[in-house]
């Protein structure tokens, strides 16, 4: 009799997974309750969901580096700003390759890293998109690369590649949209 018993545990667990599968309400929680998250200098501002965790900062005085994120829905999600002050102005075609050169410092040691061709979007950015393997999961990026005054500014968000495009339409579009930078503002206290 106990084997049944414990045969009838392993749906009762199966159970929590189609909840898990329930894309629209772990969405929506997922991506709940944006609060905006401003750098104490002032120097850039983004919305972040309540509930997800800073898990990086390495704020040194020539570079700013955050990254927040949770997994909440199974799946990792994450979102990171890099903010440093380049010697000089820099061309489109620089900004692309610090962009592109920022992903791989990353990412490009994982198996299946590949970046595409950058598309330069209305707010004068480039985006580069990527993707790469993590824990045998294919994951998908985008990074956004641009200068403002004198400072280079990428912000990258990171899901699975299954996910990206619903956590897209979620949310991830809500905090693209939500950065902003202040290129007169420092990058440390000091």
């Known amino acids: ?9 392993e749906p009762m667990m199966g159970d929590e997974e189609p909840m898990m599968g329930d894309e629209e309400p772990m969405m929506g929680d997922l991506f ?4 905006t998250y401003t750098f104490d200098t002032g120097l850039f501002q983004i919305d972040i969901p309540q509930g997800w ?3 990086e900062q390495d704020n040194v005085s020539d ?16 979102v990171s700003v890099i903010i440093v002050e380049p010697p000089a102005e820099l061309s489109n075609d620089e900004v692309t390759q610090l962009t592109v050169d920022g992903v791989t410092g990353a990412f490009g040691e994982n198996p299946g890293f590949e970046t595409y061709e950058s598309e330069e979007q209305t707010d004068g ?14 994951m998908r990026g985008n990074a956004y690369g641009e200068q403002r005054g004198n400072k280079f500014s990428m912000l ?3 899901a699975a590649e299954e996910s990206f495009s619903d956590y897209w339409d979620a949310g991830l579009s809500t905090i693209a949209n939500s950065y902003s930078i202040d ?3 420092s990058l440390s206290m000091e």
Not at 1 to 9: A, H, L, N, V, Y
Not at 32 to 35: E, I, L
Not at 63 to 78: D, F, K, Q, Y
Not at 125 to 138: C, H
């Open 53 to 55: 965790e800073l898990h």
């Open 63 to 78: 570079r700013v580096t955050e990254m927040w994120g949770t997994e909440a829905s199974g799946n990792p999600v994450m």
């Open 156 to 158: 990258m968000m990171v």
């Open 32 to 35: 709940a309750n944006m609060q």
């Open 183 to 185: 290129p007169t503002a």
């Open 125 to 138: 950015s480039f985006l580069i998109p990527f993707v790469f393997e993590q824990d045998g999961t294919l």
């Open 1 to 9: 009799d106990e084997e049944p018993m414990m045969g009838d545990e």
